[in-house]
């Protein structure tokens, strides 16, 4: 490089110092100043980072007083530039030496950094143009949002998510049976919203002790970094805001927490919310003249949230009037009348049974033709001959009626692909040490208290012993549950088994003790730990060579994990809630399960052990079925059984009365509930064909490569380091020489990812990388956002076409203003043009791909002269180029409208039609349908184009 005084250069590398002035050379080295930034920066002369800035006679530059200079001539003496032109603001001709060009100058746009020698790497502009076309891609695709989480691909959850997730402000009844999903739907549902740009702010309302587990499970499947609200965080708050709540976009409180302090709630509803979702709804109770206190809560909020999403698994819980009152919450003007809610229900029944008919492909009687006649005044009855038309007129009966809009229900009697139960009982001898221990127990008054704390002790003679015995008598020494539970793990070494405990003192005791007498290998999860120890003890759990045999849980074991790759459950001790056990069980017991799942339950005899064991078998027979009667039942015999427990009974005799209330209120409870079912719901939440065909469309995205490809392009250019670690895994760690300081998404201390869904649902240590992860959205905005890649030099060495011919590929990009529904119909579009010396457009005979494999890498100093002899060529080019542009963006504005014109009008009609026979539609619905297609064609009005990239190309033989 050639240097003089009072040159000006650029930086390469950091070009946001401005304009560099040469002030010393000494040796080898020259000192450059940046007045912009007042930096000085000290390099060696044969390889500083830098770039000569020459501007060429066309150009306008700008003087160090502001004012502007068009270049029409260069002069150079003694290595330094003088610019002759005229001024633009008063048409003066003037000469502007170098050294005077403004300090602040930056090359942003393509064509000032091609000329200025900012040229990057050629698989850069691969890269960059690679990011627009994916992001225009996932934009606009479908599935945006759906295939971004940690779940499996299930159809009845796709299809709700779906349904609702794509909603101007949903609001809905979420309602499946326990262990359906209802959580991941509602996770889904709200990942969709947010990418969407459809909400900003979340609420989630919950019980105290689902706090934490929906903490972990928006972070873990979807991402979604929530902010816990507890009395302790709104004082730390205190001094930063007037209020707390603002000051976070996504949020999680207990609505227990709130109903006890006025003040806070009083806050949280004066912030803003678009999205408020609220769990464990059947706690709402509801009367017309005394509504509870929570009940109300939800209501003003309601009110003032655009969105709602209610979940509950038991919607009639607390009688069908409360179901009612929660509709109520969703929509006021819809169920406003109770009685009018009955007699609407009492009506689904005809229409249940033709929808059935239709499903099943039988041939509909004069009745169920009649029905189907009054309920679609279009009806065209050729469509019965065909499966398709069947399918069309199921779907627009379902569409039409009942409450299918407002209340999503599925059932693990509609639902497929369960596993069966087997229950293993094992009564074992209660020791002596475990007696002496009751009986000392007893003679020292620890029989007082009510029967719920008496019956509590009583089912965990363990802790008994150990209160009197002390820390270093172990339990786990002579209780036969543990040597039984070393049986069953060596007779099942190939096996894995999940234990679950109710406390993590004793999962920890276990895992000592079988660890220590036998070698097992085993993992504990317990609430002691922190999120990342429990991934990892979950990973080495799941891993099929050298991973853990057992996993040692305690009741928190029971929450949100999937282990079905397991199939051996031991219940070391038995749970008081039913709704418990069906959790634990329901651990193993998912959609997915390829194995029966056996259950193992150990219990001491002459113990309530054995007692809670029979009332839960024998009574409700919740080990070898779902129970979904199981709280009620229990709240109803609750005070008869916990005596039995505290009293120590174990005698049948004794026992039988209970059991045969329990078994009987279980009974007519349940066919109550079979009765009650809404068939016509059920077929609606489940989606049919239209979700079996959302999976297929996401699996085939899950096996496309074209994301991994991306992504490990994406880590090299930027500069993150990459170790395969095998069975799927990645680690990704910042590198030394990354072109930014921080990748987005990427922690510090690096991170373990894999592109497989099956590798990341049995493997929660791994981060799952799909197109909607922040790792990716982030990598491509910086990208996009920067100047990463914007030009480029490249040789291509092709005998057929003459030596030093020259092309220049281009790319612009048609945008509008950033609106998230305008991106449904017209994301920012790349526009890609080939043009050869002659201004003729190749681009769309030869592929980017195809043309970018036949070029080679220059260097900037041999690009930097190639531009600088073709410039005037490569104006004229770009003026080309422009204009070719222009007449693909008519084209493209022209589509964008016309679909978007197209599905506004569709859903709008589908909705008034709708409107007309099912009044779950509301007017806000409307109303906003027609906003947005207002705003959406003044949006298209306003598009323009821009110069995002450019490559320029010359011809070589050798």
């Not at 150079?76 to 003037?94: A, I, K, M, S, W």
């Not at 397991?566 to 749970?575: E, G």
């Not at 590198?735 to 990812?753: A, K, S, Y």
Request: glycine share 6%.
């Amino acid at each position: 490089m050639s240097f003089a005084l009072g040159q000006r250069w650029i930086s390469d590398t950091e070009t946001d110092l401005g304009l560099g002035t040469v002030v010393a050379m000494e040796g080898r080295m020259v000192t450059l100043l940046f007045p912009a930034s007042g930096e000085n920066r000290i390099y060696a002369k044969e390889e500083a980072p830098v770039t000569r800035v020459q501007f060429h006679p066309g150009d306008v530059i700008t003087s160090h007083e502001e004012w502007t200079l068009k270049v029409e001539s260069v002069e150079e003496t003694q290595g330094l530039l003088t610019y002759l032109g005229t001024r633009e603001d008063n048409g003066e001709p003037v000469a502007l030496k170098e050294v005077f060009l403004s300090h602040f100058l930056k090359f942003n746009k393509p064509q000032d950094r091609l000329f200025a020698g900012q040229i990057d790497r050629l698989t850069r502009f691969a890269l960059r143009y690679q990011a627009l076309t994916h992001q225009h891609a996932r934009r606009r695709s479908p599935t945006r949002g759906l295939a971004g989480g940690r779940v499996s691909l299930i159809p009845h959850q796709l299809h709700i998510a779906h349904e609702v997730g794509h909603r101007h402000a949903p609001r809905v009844l979420l309602a499946d049976e326990v262990g359906l999903g209802k959580t991941i739907e509602a996770g889904m549902i709200i990942h969709q919203q947010l990418l969407s740009g459809r909400a900003q702010r979340v609420l989630i309302l919950v019980p105290e002790s689902l706090q934490h587990q929906w903490l972990v499970e928006m972070l873990r499947r979807f991402n979604l970094h929530f902010a816990l609200f507890d009395e302790e965080r709104c004082m730390e708050l205190a001094g930063e805001a007037q209020n707390p709540f603002e000051t976070e976009q996504l949020v999680i409180c207990s609505l227990d927490w709130l109903r006890k302090k006025r003040a806070r709630f009083d806050e949280l509803h004066e912030a803003p919310w678009d999205l408020l979702v609220v769990d464990e709804a059947h706690h709402l109770e509801w009367s017309e003249s005394a509504p509870s206190r929570a009940y109300q809560m939800v209501e003003a909020l309601a009110d003032e949230t655009p969105g709602v999403l209610l979940l509950t698994a038991t919607p009639d819980q607390l009688g069908h009037q409360s179901h009612f009152a929660r509709l109520r919450l969703l929509d006021p003007e819809r169920f406003y009348d109770y009685d009018a809610f009955l007699a609407e229900e009492q009506a689904y029944g005809l229409i249940a049974s033709v929808a059935q008919q239709l499903l099943d492909g039988s041939e509909l009687d004069a009745a169920g033709l009649q029905t189907l006649r009054d309920c679609l005044d279009d009806l065209d009855s050729t469509a019965l001959h065909s499966a398709e038309g069947r399918e069309q007129l199921l779907h627009a009966l379902l569409d039409r009626h009942g409450t299918g809009r407002v209340l999503f229900r599925n059932t693990r009697a509609a639902i497929q692909g369960f596993p069966d139960r087997h229950l293993n009982l094992y009564p074992l001898p209660l020791p002596d040490q475990y007696k002496t221990a009751i009986k000392v127990m007893g003679m020292m008054g620890g029989n007082s208290g009510d029967a719920d704390t008496r019956a509590r002790r009583y089912l965990y003679p363990e802790k008994i012993f150990q209160q009197f015995e002390g820390d270093a008598a172990s339990w786990a020494q002579f209780d036969p549950r543990v040597d039984w539970l070393l049986s069953l793990l060596k007779s099942s070494r190939h096996d894995k088994v999940l234990v679950i405990c109710s406390e993590a003192v004793t999962a920890l005791t276990l895992e000592n003790a079988l660890r220590l007498r036998e070698g097992i290998r085993g993992a504990v999860f317990h609430e002691g730990m922190s999120l990342l120890e429990r991934d990892k003890a979950a990973a080495y759990f799941a891993q099929e060579e050298a991973g853990a045999q057992v996993m040692f849980c305690s009741e928190i074991g029971s929450e949100g994990r999937n282990f079905q790759f397991a199939r051996h459950l031991v219940l070391f001790d038995l749970p008081l809630n039913p709704d418990l056990l069906e959790q634990r069980i329901g651990r193993l017991d998912r959609i997915g399960q390829l194995n029966i799942v056996e259950i193992h339950v150990p219990f001491l005899q002459e113990t309530a052990q054995q007692t809670l064991q029979q009332w839960y078998h024998l009574g409700l027979n919740a080990f070898e079925e779902t129970c979904p009667t199981g709280r009620v039942v229990f709240e109803s015999v609750r005070d008869e059984l916990f005596t039995l427990l505290a009293e120590n009974v174990t005698d049948e005799a004794q026992l039988l009365p209970l059991l045969e209330r329990t078994r009987h209120a279980h009974e007519a409870l349940k066919a109550k509930l079979e009765q009650g079912r809404d068939r016509l719901l059920e077929i609606h939440s489940g989606g049919g064909a239209a979700a079996r065909l959302l999976v297929e469309q996401l699996a085939e995205e899950d096996d496309d490569t074209a994301l991994t490809s991306f992504a490990l392009q994406l880590f090299d250019d930027i500069g993150i380091q990459q170790d395969d670690r095998g069975e799927n895994a990645i680690v990704l760690t910042p590198g030394d020489h990354m072109l930014v300081p921080v990748f987005p998404g990427l922690p510090d201390d690096g991170m373990t990812i894999t592109f497989d869904r099956n590798t990341a649902l049995s493997r929660d240590d791994l981060t799952f990388i799909t197109w909607d992860h922040p790792l990716i959205r982030g990598g491509i905005d910086l990208v996009l956002g920067s100047e990463i890649g914007a030009t480029a030099v490249a040789l291509l060495k092709n005998k057929a076409l003459p030596a030093g011919a020259m092309m220049l590929e281009v790319v612009f990009v048609a945008e509008s203003a950033s609106h998230p529904q305008l991106y449904r119909f017209l994301p920012p579009t790349p526009i890609r043009l080939l043009l050869d010396k002659g201004g003729n457009n190749l681009g769309s005979k030869v592929s980017f791909t195809a043309f970018d494999r036949q070029l080679s890498p220059v260097n900037r100093h041999l690009g930097s002269k190639l531009v600088s002899s073709s410039q005037a060529v490569i104006h004229g080019l770009l003026g080309q180029a422009e204009a070719q542009a222009s007449a693909q963006l008519a084209g493209i504005v022209a589509e964008a409208r016309q679909r978007m014109q197209h599905t506004l009008a569709s859903e709008l009609a589908r909705l008034e039609a709708l409107r007309a026979v099912n009044p779950s539609v509301r007017d806000s619905e409307l109303v906003h349908l027609r906003e947005l297609k207002a705003e959406l064609e003044h949006l298209l009005d306003q598009t323009q184009l821009r110069l995002d990239a450019i490559r320029f190309v010359v011809v070589a033989h050798q």
